[in-house]
């Protein structure tokens, strides 16, 4: 009995030790991330005194067979024109006349998505002007040098500087030394970047098609978030090594 009650505690403690470094986020804020404006516009070709020209139709319907003309533009924050991913959906391109796109309905629901995503390199973030350098397990970051096993940091140093530098060092990024030495700080590539590179992304879509007529798709439960679950199973192996003990007490 003891021994089964020892087990079920080493497997709670750890579960719910593993809560803060799933949840852990840093203080440190990088600088404002780009902003893209994508557009996708429904055109209709018209016929006037000039020559062929495109207005737009935003309203504007259509069916297998049928030719549609649209535009993208994808601009940064200084109205700069970018590129990005564009993606047809029952839609095959004739043909490109500079910024027109020319395309035939293929199926039920024509619809173009234009789409922008960018994120910081690992080699190229910064952190106090410095770049932080990632040389397999161990992590530079400033005078801050980590050791990291299977992303998490298990180990902390600091160049020219005592136990209270350390202290502070680490405090402006928002963690302790207990965090690291506790394995509260998770320190993947990804994590690195998320906290110290810049991510952007921007999207918009056109449709040919009625919402009436749109796709019905199963829908997808909310999934818990990060670390509920084992917090919940964690709490819960607790409180039945605790049953355990109790029952063990009053059957005495």
Known sequence: MKKTILIILTLALALCACIPAL??????????????????????R???????????????????????YF??????????????????????????????????VTGAHPTVTASIETATPADQLVYNGKLIVITGDTVTIDKLVFTRQNNVAVSVDIAD???GDLSRALAALGMTI?????????MSDAALIANFG???????????????????????????????????????LIAAAVFIIGVKKWVR
């Open 23 to 44: 949840a852990m986020g840093w203080a440190y804020t990088p600088d404002p991330a780009p902003e893209y404006t994508v557009a996708v516009t429904k055109l209709d």
């Open 198 to 236: 810049q991510r952007s992304r921007a999207e918009a879509t056109a449709k040919w098609y009625a919402d009436a007529d749109a796709e019905v798709k199963p829908t997808v439960p909310d999934l818990p978030q990060t670390g509920d679950k084992t917090g919940i199973v964690g709490f819960a």
């Open 71 to 104: 535009s993208v533009r994808i601009t940064d924050n200084d109205g700069n024109d970018v590129k990005g991913d564009i993606h047809l959906g029952d839609l095959e391109v004739l043909y490109i006349d500079g910024s027109i796109i020319a395309a035939t």
């Open 161 to 163: 500087g005592n136990l």
């Open 46 to 68: 018209v016929q006037t005194t000039t020559g062929t020209a495109y207005t737009p139709v935003p309203d504007k319907l259509a069916t297998t067979g049928q030719v549609v």
């Open 178 to 186: 207990e965090d690291v030495y506790s394995g509260r700080i998770y």
